[in-house]
């Protein structure tokens, strides 16, 4: 029987070492795509650079960021580009007892104020509408913009990650500001007087949207620049590591430099070790 065991230990040790060597030396990466800006800045920018070291993709398509992260945390796909840190934590992790972390911040599209209505900020005046989007991680980032314009304020110890319209202490315009499902304020755009839209939406309405008629922007925070996400046990993997380089490179940087008009914030450290 002690034979027996220490046979048994010995083959759940080598398992154990081959499914370890079996994910550092993966070159086939599975990766989800939704809708959106992020999948297609992987697939045109990062992709290339990657597959001229050797590494293959596969792409799994996702109805929508929460499919994206199950296929993610249940082994389905290797890594998604989709997310920022809040969307990570506060939701996905917290809400399904997940094991994804960001492991390299990446360009960001931010969230805007539009309106089909209105011409400038100046036109505001009492009891107009403003949508908002209604989840609370990017609801947050949404009032935040109304903070920036000078139409709301709020209290200076509220947790500016997570405020609310309860948090507001004043609004002198008496804004009625209306939560609702973030992909439906392009359409419904008409309908209230001014409307704040993440940068995904934006881009997948922009037949509807131009995303240059932002009438104003929000100053990005750390915990909403988006991220490479993988699952905490690849995230020191040789491939994980390289997908990480490749944001990084000066190949990525060259292109960043050519297609971007303006519509991506990028964030200072991921070219900052690169020489001018």
Not at 8 to 36: D, F, H
Request: charged share 20%.
């Amino acid at each position: 029987m002690k034979k027996l065991f220490a046979l048994l230990l010995v083959l759940a040790l080598a398992l154990s070492a081959l499914t370890l060597a079996s994910a550092e030396e993966k070159t086939v990466i599975r990766y989800s795509k939704s809708q959106g800006p992020y999948s297609e800045l992987f697939e045109d920018g990062i992709i290339p650079i990657l597959e001229a070291q050797g590494y293959t993709f596969e792409v799994v398509e996702a109805s929508d960021l929460l499919v994206a992260d199950k296929m993610l945390e249940d082994g389905d796909v290797d890594v998604n580009v989709e997310q920022h840190t809040a969307y990570i934590e506060t939701f996905f992790n917290a809400n399904n007892n997940g094991h994804l972390v960001g492991i390299s911040p990446i360009p960001t599209v931010p969230a805007g104020i539009f309106s089909a209505r209105h011409a400038s900020l100046d036109e505001v005046a009492d009891g107009m509408t403003i949508a908002v989007v209604n989840d609370a991680s990017n609801m947050a980032r949404c009032l935040l913009i109304l903070q920036k314009i000078g139409w709301v304020k709020f209290d200076e110890n509220v947790d500016i990650t997570a405020v609310t319209p309860d948090d507001i202490v004043e609004n002198p315009y008496n804004l009625e500001i209306i939560p609702m499902l973030n992909v439906n304020i392009p359409t419904s755009l008409a309908d209230y007087d001014f409307g704040l839209i993440t940068g995904s939406i934006v881009w997948n309405a922009r037949e509807i949207v131009d995303p240059s008629s932002a009438l104003a922007q929000e100053d990005v925070l750390p915990h909403l620049i988006l991220q490479v996400t993988v699952k905490e046990q690849d995230a020191e993997t040789a491939w994980a590591k390289a997908i990480v380089d490749a944001y990084h490179s000066a190949e990525f940087k060259a292109y960043m430099d050519e297609h971007n008009t303006g519509m991506w914030y990028v964030p200072e450290e991921l070219f900052a070790g690169l020489a001018e």
